[in-house]
C-alpha cells in the first residue's frame, strides 16, 4: 500500500532559479510547502520573487564550507522532509565539468546531509534519459528502465554514475526520474528551434526519420509531486508525455503553431555533420575547451530512436499527461511572443 504525504513539508529544490527548477518552485508554494530555494549567489532570481521563498546558497564544490551552511541552517530547518535535487550541467567547456557538477557535487550533497544528520525522507534525482542512452535503431523498440543503460555521451554518462552512487547508499530514500526532452517557457535549447523556423529556415541531420519524445516542463513537475505524495522511493522512471514524433511531425507542429507556411530544407547528411563535430573538438582539444559541436553533440542530434516505456509511470502514479505537445507548444510559443523572445 502506497501512503500518500501531507503537503505543507519542508523541502530543498537544488537549481532553482533554471528552467526547470523555478517551475517546481513555483508548485511547491501553490502546494503550501515551505520552500528552500538553492541558488548560487550570482544567479537570476528573476523567476522567484515570491517573499515566502527560503534561499539558500549551497557551495557544493567545497565540502566543509558546504558543512558549515547546512549546520548554520539546521536551527531553524532542522532537516528537509524532500530534496530535489536538479542541479547539474547539460553543457560545459571541459569534458571534466560533468563529472565534476553532476557527480561530484550531488555525492558532496549526499554525505554533508548524512554527515549533519539532516537526511531527507526522499532525494529525488533528476537524471535524463541520456543515462539510458537511444534506444535500438534497428527496432526502434522502446527503451525500458529495465534494459541495461548505455548512454553515449558524457552528459549521460555522468548521470549514470550520480544514479548508480545513490542506489548503492544502504537504505537510502532515492527517487531517480529519467526525462526525455523538456520543454517549455524560458527553456532555451528547442526555442533556438523554433526560431530557427521563424526565419523560414528548417535544419535537419541525415535523412533517415529520427523518433522523439518530449515532456513539458508543467507535466514533469507534476510526476515529481506525484512521487513525493505517494512516497515512491527506490523507484526510476522514463518520464515522457506518452506521445512519439518523427522530427519532420514536430517540425510540422510547431511552423503551424508559429503561423508558418513555409521553411527551407536544410538537411546535411550525417558524415558531414560528423566530421565537423570531431575536427571542432580537435581544435577546442588545443585549447582545453569543449565547443558547441563535438562528438558529444553529433551522437545526440544523429540517434534516431528515443521512444521510452511509460506503464510504470502510468501505473504507480496513475499518469497522464496534462500537456501534450500541440498544447504545450501553443502555450510555450504564447510566452516566448509575450516576453519578446520571438
Known amino acids: 500500500m502506497i501512503l500518500s504525504q501531507p503537503h505543507n513539508q519542508k523541502i ?9 527548477g523555478s517551475f517546481a518552485v513555483a508548485e511547491a508554494l501553490r502546494r503550501g510547502d515551505e520552500v528552500w530555494a538553492g541558488v548560487r549567489a550570482t544567479s537570476s532570481k528573476e523567476a522567484l520573487s515570491d517573499p515566502r521563498i527560503h534561499f539558500i546558497d549551497l557551495p557544493y564544490g567545497n565540502s566543509e564550507q558546504l558543512a ?19 542541479m547539474g550541467l547539460t553543457k560545459c567547456q571541459q569534458k571534466g565539468d560533468f563529472d565534476r557538477v553532476n557527480f561530484d557535487y ?27 542512452g537511444p ?11 529495465t534494459d541495461t543503460p548505455c548512454p553515449n555521451t558524457l552528459y549521460g554518462q555522468s548521470k549514470l554514475k550520480t544514479e548508480n552512487f545513490l542506489r548503492a547508499i544502504p537504505d537510502y530514500p532515492w527517487t531517480i526520474l529519467r ?3 523538456v520543454y517549455g517557457p524560458r527553456e532555451k535549447d528547442y526555442f533556438v ?20 519524445t518530449f515532456i513539458y516542463v508543467k507535466d514533469l513537475v507534476k510526476v515529481i509531486y506525484g512521487c513525493i505524495d505517494r ?20 517540425v ?62 502510468q501505473r504507480d502514479l496513475e499518469f497522464k499527461a496534462d500537456y501534450p505537445l500541440d498544447k504545450g507548444l501553443e502555450e510555450s510559443i504564447a510566452w516566448y511572443r509575450e516576453n519578446h523572445w520571438l
Open 12 to 20: 530543498l529544490i537544488t537549481g532553482a532559479s533554471g528552467f526547470i
Open 68 to 86: 558549515a551552511t547546512l549546520q548554520a541552517v539546521k536551527p531553524q530547518v532542522e532537516r528537509w522532509d524532500v530534496v530535489i535535487h536538479i
Open 106 to 132: 550531488t555525492r558532496n550533497l549526499v554525505q554533508a546531509l548524512d554527515a549533519a544528520d539532516m537526511r531527507p525522507g526522499q532525494f529525488i534525482y533528476l537524471s535524463s534519459l541520456s543515462a539510458m
Open 135 to 145: 534506444g535500438n535503431e534497428q527496432t526502434l523498440d522502446e527503451i525500458k528502465y
Open 179 to 181: 526525462p526525455t526532452g
Open 193 to 212: 528551434m523554433l526560431q530557427t523556423l521563424q526565419r523560414h529556415i528548417n535544419p535537419a541531420i541525415g535523412f533517415k526519420p529520427q523518433y522523439i
Open 231 to 250: 512516497n515512491l522511493v527506490e523507484k526510476t522512471y522514463l518520464v515522457a508525455d506518452g506521445d512519439v514524433w518523427t522530427s519532420s511531425d514536430y
Open 252 to 313: 510540422h507542429l510547431s511552423m503551424r503553431k508559429l503561423g508558418i507556411s513555409w521553411a527551407l530544407p536544410l538537411v546535411v547528411p550525417c558524415f558531414l555533420v560528423k566530421g565537423l563535430c570531431s575536427l571542432m573538438e580537435t581544435v577546442g582539444g588545443w585549447f582545453g575547451k569543449l565547443p558547441t559541436l563535438n562528438k558529444d553533440k553529433y551522437n545526440i542530434l544523429s540517434a534516431r530512436n528515443w521512444k521510452c516505456e511509460m506503464e510504470p509511470l
